[in-house]
């Protein structure tokens, strides 16, 4: 079975610091991955995705994947207050697949 | 406007009763997906659709059922609603491989 693991926090850091967050995925044919923010009682919205190996960087965002590892993460620099949500990580396994499994989401609190 | 639409946003009905969520989506993506979420299990698949003629059944169907009515438009039954169907419902919609989703409706079970 297809699992993608998530620590559920929260995880907290002040104004400004970077955040840092983790996701790890058992199928080691996963070829997509994905990172949602979802607002408490909001819709999941797509933030970042990383299909190699190495850093991607979308402004204060960064998805850093290491497919050896089943590793992938989500930095966030500079962080503010708006960025307090939930973090989901997302898998595509490919193999004419188009369903993702997600994982269970981070909560994140950034402390002004 | 929003790509995807779902209605009602929220609802609250009686336990046995039938009930119908409904999707539409401007984006023009042939895969449509219904999730639910429940706080502390995450997002879990009901049923997905590739296109109109293809509707498959994810990891919680039991007590679902979906109608594909067209490409842009899928709809969630509730054939007999019980109080644990009580939760977030997701429509979402694929391209390739990326989902985008839907407002969600709060569906209360009493």
């Known amino acids: 079975q297809k699992e993608v693991e998530q620590n559920s926090g929260p995880l907290s850091v002040p104004e400004g610091a970077i955040a840092s967050l983790n996701c790890t995925y058992s199928?080691?044919?996963?070829?997509?991955f994905f990172w949602y923010r979802q607002y408490s009682g909001k819709s999941p919205e797509l933030i970042m995705f990383i299909y190699s190996n190495g850093d991607k960087e979308d402004g204060r965002f960064t998805a850093q994947l290491n497919k050896a590892s089943q590793y992938v993460s989500l930095l966030i620099r500079d962080s503010q207050p708006s960025d307090s949500a939930t973090y989901l990580c997302a898998v595509h396994s490919g193999a004419g697949s188009y369903q993702l499994t997600f994982g269970k989401g981070t909560k994140l609190s950034v402390i002004p | 406007d929003a790509d995807v639409t779902q209605t009602p946003r929220n609802r609250i009905t009686k336990t046995g009763k039938r009930i119908m969520l409904e999707c539409s989506q401007t984006?023009?993506?042939?895969?449509m997906y219904w999730y639910r979420q429940d706080p502390g299990l995450g997002l879990q698949l009901i049923y997905y659709?590739?296109?109109?003629?293809?509707?498959n059944k994810g990891e919680i169907s039991d007590g679902y059922s979906v109608s594909r009515q067209a490409q842009a438009k899928f709809s969630l039954s509730l054939e007999s609603a019980i109080p644990n169907q009580t939760a977030l419902y997701f429509c979402?919609?694929?391209?390739?491989?990326?989902?985008?989703f839907g407002p969600g409706t709060r569906l209360t079970v009493t």
């Open positions: 199928d080691r044919g996963s070829q997509s």
């Open positions: 984006k023009g993506h042939d895969r």
């Open positions: 979402a919609t694929s391209g390739t491989y990326e989902q985008y």
């Open positions: 659709s590739f296109d109109v003629k293809d509707i």
